[in-house]
């Protein structure tokens, strides 16, 4: 029977990638690393010495040029280039989501600080959250408890050097009782999830929350599968509120860290990566 090989294409080894290459090695797969900084992205350059590729760089900017060369050249990758599109910009995933009727925050963007006002005004007043549309690990984000802080906030993101800090991606503020839900979600079925607990409004871990197990109900299945749907199936990290109401998707992740998610919910996602890229070669 012929030996399947991953490309395994990365710029950094961090704990995720190494687990990545443990669970290959017990399951007998070959995996070739490939450091996408040492690459030239040309077609009589480039040689493939694999079946699919497994796109784990720490840049998303990285990760989607190489992901569309690949899949120029027939390549199959992990994730697709258009669900790293997707995913890469949070006002687009929101849009998305909201397409497919996905229970959500209520957002929006705007340009200018009157415009930034008005929006907030429909999306209910204060508190809000403004994030930048792009970036991970709970970065750059604000929660503006009034006007004020708002004009602070906008004139401090003049003078950033990104574009992408101009366009103001705002969030009705969700009181979510100290915690939130990082789903595990494979072509829409939810593997595993974690509670990220934290005293702090930012929940991520990266940030200092705090990594338990969460079981995996119908309604956080049903929800997830919905948000997938509408990202386009694939290996996804979910970002959950809970509320009175119901679940609410937060953010939907396309390269996830999930180092600290094995242990608390005794899943290895490592394995379960190695195995889809395995099921998508065949």
Not at 145 to 150: A, I, K, Q, T
Request: proline share 2%.
């Amino acid at each position: 029977m012929r030996k399947y090989k991953i490309g395994l294409f990365y710029n950094i080894i961090r704990g995720d990638e190494k687990l990545l290459i443990e669970a290959a090695n017990k399951l007998n797969v070959s995996l070739d690393l490939i450091n996408i900084d040492n690459l030239i992205l040309k077609k009589d350059v480039f040689e493939a010495n694999f079946d699919i590729a497994l796109l784990r760089s720490v840049s998303s900017i990285k990760e989607k040029y190489v992901a569309f060369f690949l899949e120029s050249l027939g390549i199959k990758t992990v994730n697709s280039f258009k669900i790293i599109q997707n995913c890469d910009d949070k006002f687009f995933i929101s849009i998305l989501l909201e397409k497919k009727g996905v229970p959500q925050p209520k957002f929006g963007l705007a340009f200018s600080l009157g415009e930034a006002k008005k929006l907030i005004e429909k999306l209910g007043g204060y508190p809000v959250v403004i994030k930048p549309t792009t970036g991970s690990w709970g970065r750059m984000l604000a929660k503006v408890n009034d006007e004020d802080s708002l004009e602070a906030i906008f004139e401090h993101k003049q003078y950033l050097s990104s574009p992408f800090q101009k366009a103001l991606y705002i969030q009705k503020f969700i009181e979510k009782g100290g915690r939130d839900i990082r789903a595990f979600v494979f072509d829409g079925e939810v593997i595993c999830a974690i509670y990220r607990n934290s005293n702090h409004w930012i929940t991520n871990t990266a940030r200092g929350g705090v990594a338990s197990k969460c079981e995996v109900n119908p309604k956080l299945k049903k929800i997830c599968f919905k948000a997938s749907e509408a990202i386009g199936h694939g290996i996804l990290a979910m970002d959950v509120f809970e509320t009175k109401e119901g679940y609410l998707i937060n953010e939907v992740n396309h390269t996830m860290e999930f180092k600290n998610s094995e242990k608390p919910t005794g899943v290895s996602i490592s394995s379960a990566i190695i195995n889809y890229c395995l099921k998508k070669i065949k």
